[in-house]
């Protein structure tokens, strides 16, 4: 079962910050589960009981749409390398996309621009649950993969705002989400 927190401590920050890949699961109130691996340096605490990552353009808007119906959110670190150890943040998410008002504010903490952002999954951390990791095997992190990055370089804000138009509309099941419908300006490089 693990051990449960209410929230963050200093350990799990710094366990966190070691991490470079993790995972986000969302469900809609009917329909499939959707879970979504994520890198680059994105993911950020921001208090004890808040946390959020960077999202970038991607194939699909599953979390964005879920997180619009009902807000649950799981968050999933695995140590792949040192000790073992599965963390998982359960809370509450939001989209926080360039339009918001809040964009300003939150965004900066996030680190420097990367092509092809397209809004903040932000959660409130409702309980932090620890468990043992035994089965996660190693492995050596060689470093992350340029291909997003370029792609969406290539396709430059004008190509981005239609793929999103056109590709991150709808989730897999139908559900509506607003990332096509609002402007996102390409980061300064």
Same mark, same amino acid.
């Given at each position: ?39 680059? &340096?994105?993911?950020? #605490?921001? /208090?004890?009981?808040?946390? !959020? ?6 194939? =699909? ?44 504010q939150l965004r900066p ?14 959660? &409130?951390?409702?309980? #932090?649950? /620890?468990?043992?990791?035994? !089965? ?6 060689? =470093? ?36 096509a419908a609002a402007p ?6």
């Amino acid at each position: 079962m693990g051990k449960f927190f209410d929230q963050l401590t200093p350990a799990h920050r710094d366990f966190i910050a070691r991490q470079k890949i993790y995972f986000i699961a969302t469900a809609p109130d009917s329909g499939r589960v959707n879970v979504s691996p994520k890198g680059y &340096d994105s993911f950020r #605490v921001l /208090t004890p009981s808040r946390a !959020g990552y960077l999202d970038l353009t991607g194939s =699909g808007a599953e979390t964005a749409a879920h997180l619009a119906q009902n807000g649950r959110a799981t968050v999933m670190f695995c140590a792949v390398e040192g000790d073992p150890l599965i963390l998982r943040l359960y809370g509450r998410g939001r989209s926080v996309q360039p339009h918001h008002d809040d964009w300003k504010q939150l965004r900066p903490l996030f680190g420097p621009p990367l092509a092809g952002e397209r809004q903040l999954i932000i959660i &409130d951390i409702e309980s #932090v649950q /620890t468990s043992c990791g035994f !089965g996660v095997p190693f492995f050596e992190y060689t =470093g992350s993969r340029d291909t997003l990055l370029d792609w969406s370089n290539r396709k430059g804000p004008e190509g981005l705002a239609t793929y999103r138009a056109e590709k991150n509309a709808n989730s897999i099941d139908g559900l509506p989400t607003t990332l096509a419908a609002a402007p996102h300006p390409q980061p300064a490089r």
